[in-house]
Structures are given as C-alpha cells and as structure tokens.
C-alpha cells in the first residue's frame, strides 16, 4: 500500500522573524510547512519537490516576490502551483 504524503507548504520570506511567525500560523494545518529566505532558494525547493501552495513575499533582496512568481508561471513544471503573496507593507 502507497503512502500518502502530506501536502507541502512552501513560504518564501528574508526576515526570520516572520518565516516563525508563519509557522506557527499553519502549525494547525495538516501540512509540511518548508521555508526558504530568498527567491532562489525557493525556485530550487520547488526543483526539487512538489508543493501545494506558495506564500510568497513581496519585498526581497535579489528577486522579489513578483519576479519569482512570473519565473514560476513560465515554467511548465511550475505554473500549476498557487501563489499567495504575502507582505508586510503598510
């Protein structure tokens, strides 16, 4: 019999404090919550596993959060993949 495997969560922040902060808002979730600090480091998770959502953050060093989502929609691998952006703007 196959394992079901828990879906994935990945959130995507450059500041700590709110990668914990998101964890411990889906902690009730039945999900594996995996985090990344930048848009590179989240395209190469996702390269390498599936997720069922993205929490994406705006304002990023590097790559923000609307360049990384426009990458992920060219990819057809990728662009299935909902994205909710996240941001602390006021």
Do not use: W, Y
């Amino acid at each position: 019999m196959a394992e079901i495997q828990r879906p994935r969560i990945l959130v995507v922040d450059d500041v700590d404090a709110n990668l914990v902060a998101m964890r411990d808002v889906l902690r009730q979730v039945d999900a594996e919550v995996v985090t990344a600090r930048s848009g590179h480091e989240a395209l190469a998770a996702m390269l390498r596993e599936e997720f069922a959502v993205v929490l994406l953050d705006v304002q990023m060093p590097d790559m923000d959060g609307f360049e990384m989502a426009t990458l992920i929609r060219n990819s057809d691998r990728l662009k299935h993949v909902p994205i909710i952006f996240v941001t602390a703007i006021s």
